[in-house]
């Protein structure tokens, strides 16, 4: 076996310790030749002595007088550079692939006697014949169509003489050798850096040292299928990790007090995974360690195919001006607070073709608050967020789709059903969250059904309200909304409002209380002024 890597240094190999070097390495050849790897122990090199008969296979013994595994010290028999059949069976070389990649064979093969009915010369893959020749003469003979075969790990290569009908005069000379290369791998698995599936032991080490080792060679991590857990916060700065799928690579987090999975630097992405935590507690002060998962200050990031199954804090939580991002084909379950809050000057986001269920407060929500400033003192609103085609569903005390404090937000294609507040909600708030002022929210499109049922709390189903600050440039256009838990619009609250539009809204049944309720603001209703309601 000679080892033949690029792309991997001999400082790294030193750095990282040989039994560190991850199996994926950029394209590495391997050789696999039979009589320099020739060896007294089965499986040596990858390589097996074995009698066979039709696809059956077993060891044969090592015979240390005459250096060659046989059967009872007869026929068959394999050496370093021959074999000889039996009468009852094969003699086969066996090679066992130790990962993915492609093969090429060489190697040929010569009879060592003219005499006799000649020999069955065949090389399998697994059960498959990949090649076969009867050999009657001397001549070396070289098989064909053996070059480039795909193997997986545990593929099995059989070199196989067959007797014909008489073992006589069937000695063979035939040294083939196996020439392996491994992929050009884009990324680093955690198992390959210690990370062990299903054993519910620690895995934070393992994958920390992959993100390290991955971002310096500029790859991604990969996390196979199985169960990993993580014991504190993953600190995913400017690298991409991406799992077998999104139901099967699973990261479980074990302190529901410190296991968010924390985006940042130039672009971050998670895709094709689960987040989820043993168990929650208490949102409290909904630290940003209890959120599933934390994008600080990232550019170009991207969360895809994620699955975020229960936090204590906020499911996705997107703050410190990140920008540049995308919010695509999640799930979002089962979360103490927000499921997916933008936030603190963050701009350019797309949050779009997400499932958000069940979560304990808005589902999806756009917030800048008063105290959210640069370090000269001026306000960074969070801006320029589309929210496109989501489905949320099953607020238990809160909003469906919110905008509290923000500018630039268009909010289109989305179902929204069972909020106990309002089903989407344009706002500023007094008090803890002083938020800042509103302008220009686009809502198109929307589907909304049983929103706002909380009679008490008396929420319409599109509500824009004022405390602090101002709201202006808000419309609502072709939107359809049944089963409306109070009134269907209504704008409300004592701060300043301008000019909110509703167009065309398709209104299936009107609220328990009525159509609308306007007591703030420039309302136009498919554009005529409404007089507000004292
Ligand atoms: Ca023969
Ligand atoms: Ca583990």
Sequence with gaps: MKKRQIGISILSVMLLGWSQIPAHVDAASTSYQASSDFATTQGQHNWHYQQGSGNTYSNLTYNTGASRWDLNQSYPWVSANAQHPGNTADAVRTWISPGTGTITISGSITKGSADGDGIQATIKKDNTTLWTQKITTTADQNPTGVTQIPVVKGTQIHFMINKVQSISFDHTLWNPTITYTTPDNPYLSIVDFGAIPNDSKDDYAAITKTITEAKKQGKEVYVPAGNFTLSQILKVDSVAIHGESQDSSILTSTDPNNGSIDLSGTSPALRKLTHTYQTTVE?????????SITVHGATNFTIDHVTVDKSSAAGMLIRGQANQGTITNNIVQDTGADGIHTTDGSYNITIANNKVNRTLDDMIAVVSYGDDKDSSGKLLPTHD???????????????????????????????????????????????????????????????????????????????????????????????????????????????????????????????????????NGNVFVDGEKKVLTK
């Design 283 to 291: 949102r409290g002060n909904g630290a940003n360690e209890k959120n």
């Design 385 to 519: 967020v589309k929210i496109l085609n989501n489905q949320v569903n099953g607020s238990t005390e809160a909003r469906g789709i919110s905008v509290v404090g923000g500018h630039d937000v268009l909010i289109e294609g989305n179902s929204i059903q069972n909020t106990y507040m309002a089903g989407i909600l344009v706002a500023t708030e007094a008090g803890d969250y002083n938020t800042q002022d509103v302008n220009q929210v686009t809502v198109n499109n929307n589907t909304l059904n049983s929103t706002a049922t909380n009679l008490g709390g008396g929420h319409p189903s599109l509500l824009v309200t004022t405390g602090p600050g101002k709201i202006d440039n808000v419309t609502f256009n072709d939107n359809t909304i049944s089963e409306a838990g109070k009134y269907v619009f209504g704008t409300l609250g004592s701060g300043t409002m301008g000019t909110i539009n509703f167009n065309r809204n398709n209104i299936i049944g009107t609220g328990k209380s009525g159509l609308y309720i306007f007591k």
